[in-house]
């Protein structure tokens, strides 16, 4: 037989057509019966004709099972819903619970594992100097996006995991009720298929984050946030912690610039505070440089006078010309 020869079905004889075949281990399988396979089965390439065909009469099953589910609980996503039988310890992922969609019925008892998974992109923000060429910021800036999925795995005879994203479109870093919503329906989800708590999510890029991407006073270690938190790396506006960049608000710093009233390593700052030994202005608390306004920090003088002025690329500087990008003051 020829390369390009038409080839038969091994289900269900039919004549399989150029682009149909779907290539088994042993044989060949056409496009209308692999189309009745689990969704969530990864492994045809690898099964035998045998395979297929025991799987196939399990699906026809199924749809008894989907006749009989009895919805009790559902969650919604933005494709994906969670359907539960809370009367027969069932469970479904699918996009609609009819026999037409043939969802597959899965028992709670077979779930093994059960997480939130974000995925964290991050693209540097630059800006354009005087000759129109592309600069990065100092220190840099980032744009950041996420994907929340849902991470299952299950102990099937087809498959074992049930993997399905809770958004369609990134979530940008600003929109933050968007984030609560996705963090919170996650939770709901893990909590309502294992009944225990949500463990902590993971970032499938691999960065260290104690929490989600948060909004209001909580506690991270990594991301770009708004509203009182700790942080220990990244631009931040608000009431914060923070452990390495310039920050705007009532902040905790150990290096950079700061503006506002900002409270340092932990002591109280202001009315009657503790002092060290070195000069102060304003009730605050210093440790060897001076500084304006209610005020505590460690390492770098601070200016607030008329003979500053921020650059382009948004250095403040006291001489004609910026250091750190080089372009003249305006």
Not at 118 to 141: A, H, L, M, N
Not at 315 to 324: L, M, Q, R, V, W
Request: with cysteine; net charge negative; glycine share 10%.
């Amino acid at each position: 037989m020829g390369l390009f020869d038409k080839k038969n079905c091994d289900i269900c004889g039919e004549k399989i057509g150029l682009l149909g075949n779907r290539k088994l281990d042993d044989g060949n399988l056409c496009k209308n019966c692999a189309s009745k396979l689990s969704p969530w089965f990864e492994e045809r390439r690898h099964s035998t004709v045998e395979d297929i065909k025991r799987q196939l009469e399990y699906r026809e099953k199924n749809k008894n099972a989907v006749r009989s589910f009895s919805i009790t609980r559902e969650f919604s996503a933005d494709r994906y819903h969670v359907f539960i039988d809370d009367n027969k310890g069932l469970f479904a992922v699918a996009f609609n619970m009819s026999e037409q969609d043939n969802p597959d019925i899965v028992p709670l008892s077979a779930i093994t594992s059960c997480r939130l998974d974000i995925d964290e992109q991050r693209v540097e923000e630059e800006y354009k100097d005087q000759d129109g060429e592309s600069r990065s910021y100092v220190p840099p800036r980032y744009n950041y996006s996420y994907d929340y999925k849902i991470k299952l795995g299950v102990n099937t005879p087809w498959f074992d995991d049930m993997d399905f994203k809770l958004n369609t479109f990134s979530v940008k870093d600003h929109e933050r009720a968007k984030m609560m919503n996705y963090e919170q329906l996650a939770n709901q989800i893990i909590t309502a298929l294992t009944g225990a708590p949500a463990p902590a999510p993971v970032y499938s890029n691999g960065m260290m984050n104690q929490s989600y991407p948060q909004q209001g006073n909580m506690m991270n270690q990594g991301y770009p946030q708004q509203g009182g938190m700790m942080n220990q790396g990244y631009q931040q506006q608000g009431g914060m912690m923070n452990q390495g960049y310039q920050q705007q608000g009532g902040m905790m710093n150990q290096g950079y610039p700061q503006q506002g009233g900002m409270i340092n390593q932990g002591y109280p700052q202001q009315g009657g505070m503790m002092n060290q030994g070195y000069p102060q202005q304003g009730n605050m608390m210093n440790q060897g440089y001076q500084q304006q306004g209610g005020m505590m920090n460690q390492n770098t003088p601070q200016q607030a006078s008329g003979d500053t002025w921020v650059c382009a690329c948004g250095a403040t500087n006291t001489g004609a010309f910026c250091e750190y990008c080089g372009s003249p003051k305006p």
